[in-house]
């Protein structure tokens, strides 16, 4: 019933929003349910660098707190495919960088990503037996250290090899 709900709920911000949808489709992920809003609409409600979903995803969660609990916040608004391309993109990129950290036996960082996204990425590496992740800095400025087991020394996160 309470997928039916979240859905529902979907639905009359969308039209609330006075944004047209075919659809709205839920999968479940690994991590956890994902709903796919399909519309022609797309560019209004994924914005400059996703920044508009990323509102919306957090608009849409606190309003199902409000009307379900807090328990049913645990799911992810994708956009005509936007946040499955992105996290594609942001694991095939992490892949590499540990394969860098391992290669050079050194720590290796990401660019900043928001929690979601460091989520995706630790959860990636989470079985590896070469590399480890950590998140470190502040706010906007968050991100992935990958560091490669049994190097001889941990370098500091300052001393860490940023790539872009």
Do not use: W
């Not at 070469?130 to 400025?141: A, F, I, N, P």
């Amino acid at each position: 019933m309470e997928k039916d709900n979240v859905k529902e709920i979907l639905k009359k911000l969308l039209e609330v929003l006075t944004v047209r949808f075919r659809e709205i489709e839920r999968h479940d992920s690994a991590v956890h349910p994902v709903y796919h809003i399909a519309t022609d609409d797309a560019p209004i409600l994924i914005g400059a660098g996703g920044e508009n979903l990323r509102a919306l995803n957090y608009i849409a969660k606190r309003i199902v707190e409000r009307m379900l609990g807090a328990e049913h916040t645990h799911f992810l608004l994708d956009v005509n495919g936007y946040q499955r391309k992105r996290i594609e993109a942001i694991e095939q990129q992490a892949r590499m960088l540990a394969e860098r950290a391992r290669t050079f036996k050194s720590d290796v960082a990401m660019n900043p990503l928001n929690a979601y996204e460091r989520m995706i990425v630790h959860n990636l590496f989470s079985d590896d037996h070469d590399v480890t992740t950590e998140s470190v800095g502040e706010g906007k400025q968050r991100h992935v250290v990958f560091h490669c087991r049994g190097s001889f020394a941990r370098a500091e996160t300052n001393d860490s090899l940023l790539i872009e």
